[in-house]
């Protein structure tokens, strides 16, 4: 970079060093007026929670108003039992004391007097002489007064204000005044500061009158007395203010701060603020006074923000200014370098889309060819099934099963790419279940102990001591990573070979870590071919016959069960394939009924009319011989639209859709049925595919089917679904 280059890389950071500053300046006053408005916003804040609380306990002395307006006289327990019912101490923090006082003329004193002294303590009180000694006490400094006095009568709570009780506060003539102004006003008053009976020298208190009239007469005053510190205690709740502040009464009587009070009660000033930036004063509307208040920014207010980002701005913008400084030293080998990431990276992306598009045809390609294979070897395996039951030759007999056990050795290699296709797009889906472990493994074993004695291979199965009897898994993947393994193993093994299936359990916080093992003694594996038999296609060894599949779907599957695969073995001594699945705890479910193995034609559905539609000639053949076997004569159409016309034309009672048909396939077949036909007369829709996917099942019930039967069709899953269309049918 030359001397003009340099001169450009100078003036770019000089400005960037001045736009630092001023990005440091203004964010110090942002902050600043930030920090100002949330002291204002925290003001009113405490200030409204004080005016909320003091609106809050006028009303509870406003309270005892309806006490002596529904009664003619409101008795010392009747009082006494009004104010327990507040709970003051609890509900109300602040509340000293709750109380009547009547307003007694001169001339009437002596007769007030007897009575209260005649007066029986209240049930509950502890003895006392409090009310035969009743009299009068003048506060301190009054004078004078009048002809009118103003008696403590009742208090509450009694015992912590006994000693209240026959002040005369009406003559002192601060608390004159108040009670006069209340009386005439119908409102409530508060006194200034005072220092109130039963408490420390120099606790500041306050008073609160209430003017009671009743039929247009002056009865007295419902007072209540207030410590003023206790009276802010939990007035801002869960969410203490970071201000401290202190309140006076309005004619410069401190009457209490969040700096806490003496020894001797007296509230503590706050002290000189040291700090001018955050201090403000408010003025506090209470009954009949305004109160002052002054509030101070505390230790927890002081946002560090204030300096702390202006600073950080200062430094981050030092730093990223030096550093655009040696970028833009480097600006043109960077700029290259850029260039060609970012070629690489299209390049990239085009790969991985292209390989991803790859992956989703070679997935759909698989599927959509397994499935138009297995249609028509689903017709192989049935029409074979049906010349078994001919009445042929030896030699016929025993090339129908040679063609039907070529079919369904075929159908299981369809079924086997199929699976690999759905692991590798991610496809497969565990359905879990409760499963009986000796059932899973004997049942598995029984599966291939033809092809094991035709051999003369042993086949033995140990379960060891532990292992629980019931599991929550997928039976179907555990039993075909089972068999996957046994056929292995047979196949493997020479003629009197031996084959162990050996399963145990181990506990895990979820449930079992089951642990199944197949060994054989057959060669065993080679070292230099254990990482690569899992892969698809592959094997161990060319003597043997096999796709070389299995091995690979049951890896897989073990690792979408969360569990593992290993080989553990000796060449020419034999291999033991050991894995792991995961499964949850289960009880044994509660078994029904165990139906025939055979099931047996009867009359439930002899008069059901059946109508079938099916696109393969050869499906359509099979299928006729299968409703035959069951003495139903069923229709059968070609296509959807087929399918939708017969019904409108008569009534049948179960109609049978294949799913994949030209002109209208079953779903959209099953769709216009429902739409066009009333639930009563609507014939009992049931899908009739190859395609038995659990996406397949939901697509036909979302289309209305109301059953699923799977291809090759049986009979015994014919009268299944006959019964309950028949049971359905006579309902």
């Known amino acids: 970079m030359g001397a003009h280059g340099n001169a450009r890389v100078g003036g770019l950071v000089a400005a960037l060093l001045l736009m630092t500053a001023l990005g440091a300046w203004l964010a110090h006053g942002v902050l600043a007026d930030r920090d100002e408005e949330r002291f204002r916003s925290e003001i009113e804040r405490i200030d409204a929670a004080i005016e909320d609380r003091m609106a809050t306990y006028v009303q509870v002395v406003r309270g005892g108003l309806g006490l002596f307006e529904a009664s003619e006289k409101v008795s010392r327990t009747e009082w006494l039992r009004f104010v327990e019912l507040l709970e003051l101490d609890r509900n109300y923090p602040g509340f000293k004391s709750l109380s009547y006082a009547p307003l007694v003329r001169r001339a009437d004193l002596p007769d007030f007097l007897a009575r209260v002294r005649a007066e029986p303590l209240p049930p509950g009180v502890p003895p006392t002489n409090a009310l035969r000694t009743y009299e009068l006490v003048a506060p301190a400094g009054s004078r004078g007064g009048g002809d009118l006095h103003s008696p403590l009568l009742y208090t509450a709570p009694f015992v912590r204000n006994i000693g209240a009780l026959g002040a005369d506060m009406i003559r002192e003539p601060g608390r004159r005044a108040v009670m006069l102004d209340a009386l005439r006003s119908g409102q409530a008053r508060i006194t200034r500061r005072v220092n109130l009976r039963g408490t420390d020298p120099d606790t500041a208190g306050f008073i609160a009158f209430v003017g009671l009239r009743k039929d247009g007469r002056d009865l007295g005053w419902l007072t209540a007395a207030f410590t003023a510190n206790e009276f802010l205690r939990g007035l801002l709740g869960r969410a203490p203010s970071p201000l401290d502040f202190e309140l006076t009464d309005g004619q410069g009587a401190l009457l209490a701060s969040t700096a806490g009070v003496t020894r001797t009660g007296a509230p503590r000033a706050l002290p000189d603020e040291t700090d001018d930036t955050f201090r403000g004063t408010s003025a506090l509307r209470m009954p009949g006074r305004i109160w002052q208040g002054r509030y101070v920014a505390g230790a927890d207010f002081a946002s560090t923000s204030t300096t702390v980002v202006p600073l950080a701005i200062l430094l981050g913008g030092t730093l990223v200014t030096g550093l655009l400084a040696l970028i833009a030293l480097a600006a043109g080998s960077s700029r290259r370098q850029a260039a060609t990431l970012a070629e690489q990276a299209i390049v990239l992306e085009r790969a991985r889309d292209e390989a991803q598009a790859a992956d989703r045809a070679k997935a759909t390609f698989l599927a959509t060819m397994s499935h138009e294979i297995r249609t028509p070897m689903n017709a192989v395996v049935g029409m074979s099934s049906m010349l078994l039951r001919a009445p042929l030759s030896e030699e016929q007999h025993e090339r129908a099963r040679v063609i039907r056990s070529s079919g369904e050795h075929l159908l299981g290699l369809i079924n086997e790419i199929l699976d690999v296709s759905k692991l590798e797009a991610g496809r497969i889906e565990l359905e879990a279940g409760p499963l009986e472990v000796r059932g899973l493994i004997v049942g598995t074993v029984d599966l291939i102990r033809a092809d094991a004695e035709a051999r003369r291979v042993s086949v033995e199965v140990d379960i060891a001591p532990g292992t629980p009897p019931w599991v929550h898994g997928d039976d179907g993947r555990l039993r075909q990573v089972l068999l996957n393994l046994l056929a292995n193993a047979v196949r493997h093994s ?229 019964r309950r269309s028949a049971t359905v049918t006579a309902a």
């Open 494 to 722: 020479p003629e009197a070979g031996r084959v162990r299936v050996g399963v145990g359990a181990t506990p895990v916080p979820d449930g079992w870590e089951l642990d199944l093992t197949v060994a054989d003694t057959g060669p065993g594996i080679d070292p230099a071919d254990r990482d690569r038999i899992f892969e698809p296609f592959e094997q161990g060894t060319g003597r043997v016959g096999g796709t070389g599949l299995g091995l690979s779907i049951a890896s897989r599957l073990v690792e979408a069960m969360g569990g593992r695969i290993e080989v553990q073995d000796t060449p020419g001594g034999g291999a033991t394939l050991h894995f792991w699945a995961c499964v949850g705890a289960a009880q044994a479910p509660i078994r029904p009924a165990v139906p025939d193995p055979v099931p047996a034609v009867d009359d439930a559905f002899a008069a059901l009319r059946v109508l079938v539609a099916e696109d393969n000639p050869l499906n359509q053949l099979m299928v006729r011989d299968v409703f035959g076997q069951l003495g139903l004569c069923a229709d059968v159409v070609g296509d959807g639209e087929e399918a939708v016309a017969a019904v409108v034309r008569q009534p049948y009672d179960v109609v049978f859709l294949d799913l994949h048909m030209p002109v209208l396939d079953g779903l959209a077949a099953a769709r216009e049925l429902v739409a066009t036909i009333p639930a009563p007369r609507r014939p009992r829709i049931v899908a009739m595919t190859a395609d038995v996917t659990a996406a397949a099942r939901e697509e036909a019930a979302a289309a209305g089917m109301e059953d699923f039967v799977a291809k090759p069709v049986i009979a015994a899953d014919l009268v299944a679904v006959l």
